[in-house]
């Protein structure tokens, strides 16, 4: 899997994370504000199940698989993994292209 680090995108747990417009929104509503999501991750207060619903509506190419599956295959790959594709994802809400 290639990922366009120009795009934004990510990988963790072998899934490919972008976060389009459409993809934050759905987060947004599932999360409340992503500045609010940033300052939490900022203070070192994310929840690991924000984490895994953010990465969960960035994901590409997640047919096939359940929520439930994908959050398992995040914990699976760790916090060391998951960890610079959160960075990615929070400097992109942040900073946007």
Not at 10 to 34: H, I
Not at 65 to 87: C, H, M, Q, Y
Request: charged share 15%.
């Amino acid at each position: 899997m290639t990922v366009n680090a120009m795009r934004g995108e990510a990988q963790v747990a072998g899934y490919k994370l972008r976060p389009s417009f459409t993809a934050l929104v759905a987060a947004e509503e599932e999360l409340g504000p992503l500045f609010a999501l940033v300052e939490r991750a900022a203070a070192g207060q994310l929840k690991l199940s924000e984490m895994t619903a953010l990465f969960w509506h960035c994901a590409q190419g997640h047919t096939g698989i359940n929520r439930a599956e994908f959050s398992d295959a995040v914990a699976e790959a760790g916090l060391a993994a998951a960890t610079p594709a959160l960075k990615i994802l929070l400097g992109q809400i942040l900073n946007g292209q």
